[in-house]
Nanobody
Framework: QVQLVESGGGLVQPGGSLRLSCAASGSILSFNALDWYRQAPGKQRELVATITRGGMSEYADYVKGRFTISRDNAKNTVYLHMNSLTPEDTAVYYC??????????WGQGTQVTVSS
């Protein structure tokens, strides 16, 4: 069973940047795609960005131009680079790996707080 572990969250001022990491215990090439989700207090979990095995990426409209998803297959890690952060980006960020062969796997989440 593959485990996903997020890291890199923290407190950042508005306009600042963070890089989140999601490290897999096995090969991320076993996943068809990897996603970053977020969940703010009192809100539903929402999809932020996706990257496929082939490297194609997609973004939610509210992060386009500010966030970038990337992957390092050699390190079995997917990243979320976040720039121009606003208080509305405050949430717990989760990594999900999707596989048609063995289902979906979630990490435990990492807290991102944007505040002055």
């Amino acid at each position: 069973q593959v485990q996903l572990v997020e890291s890199g969250g923290g407190l950042v001022q508005p306009g600042g940047s963070l890089r989140l990491s999601c490290a897999a215990s096995g090969s991320i090439l076993s996943f068809n795609a990897l996603d970053w989700y977020r969940q703010a207090p009192g809100k539903q979990r929402e999809l932020v960005a996706t990257i496929t095995r082939g490297g194609m990426s997609e973004y939610a409209d509210y992060v386009k131009g500010r966030f970038t998803i990337s992957r390092d297959n050699a390190k079995n890690t997917v990243y979320l680079h976040m720039n121009s952060l606003t208080p509305e980006d405050t949430a717990v960020y989760y990594c999900r790996g999707r596989s048609t062969g063995f289902g979906n796997y979630w990490g435990q989440g990492t807290q991102v707080t944007v505040s002055s």
